[in-house]
């Protein structure tokens, strides 16, 4: 190859390895293809403090996620108009509620929670709560933060991307995360993970 061929091929091959890079920075080294995933990536390695998020139950009674201390939760957050994913999130807490019943009460429980508190009041909450079978163990909660910034706010710190749509629905990422009694997010999984992998990784991570 002489001089004039190489420097023909010098700026293309130099604009390829900045894309490169910029996509590599980009995605947080690779790891985060999607917008789920980079706001996944961008709350920080695990594992991290939980935010202080409010709540209220499907029985009125109303907490900081805090106030849980001293027991392992699993988290995942919704909203119950959803027509896809959250109810198939949702079916699969109730069978993880299943697969370890042994630790459900004493050492374990789990939390559903809404972002969409204007309309998934306490009634709403009550009644998806019995849907699921009504385990005393598993809360069925709408978050109730100060105002809109906070909740997304909340939701970012943990790692998880909501956005409204025009039509009153919700784009959102379906993660289910592990929180341990200190009060620190340990794992997440993904909605597409296999039940018994879940199960499995919750006890290897409660050991």
């Known amino acids: ?87 198939y999130v949702l079916g699969d807490m109730n069978k993880l509620s299943r697969h370890l019943k042994d630790l459900m009460g004493k050492d374990l429980m789990i939390v559903s929670s809404s972002f969409d508190g204007d309309n998934d009041g306490i009634d709403s909450l009550k009644r998806s709560w019995r849907n699921y079978g009504g385990k005393k163990n598993w809360l069925m909660t709408s978050m109730i933060p100060s105002g809109a910034h906070e909740l997304q706010d909340q939701l970012r710190q ?34 597409s993970d296999k039940i018994e992998s879940i199960a499995h990784a919750v006890r290897e991570l409660m050991k």
């Open 1 to 87: 190859m002489n001089k004039k061929d190489l420097k023909r091929y010098i700026f293309p091959i130099a604009l390829i390895c900045l894309w490169i890079v910029l996509l590599g920075f980009w995605t947080h080294g690779f790891g985060a293809f999607t917008i789920y995933s980079y706001t996944l990536k961008s709350a920080g390695p695990f594992p991290r403090e939980i935010p202080p998020i409010n709540l209220i139950d499907q029985d009125g009674n109303t907490f900081n996620i805090k106030d849980l201390r001293g027991k392992y939760i699993l988290l995942n957050f919704m909203y119950l108009e959803c027509s896809s994913v959250c109810h």
């Open 158 to 191: 943990l790692g998880v991307w909501v956005k409204k749509r025009k039509d009153g629905g919700f784009n959102h990422s379906s993660y289910i995360f592990l929180i341990g009694p200190n009060g620190q997010v340990l794992s997440v999984f993904e909605p």
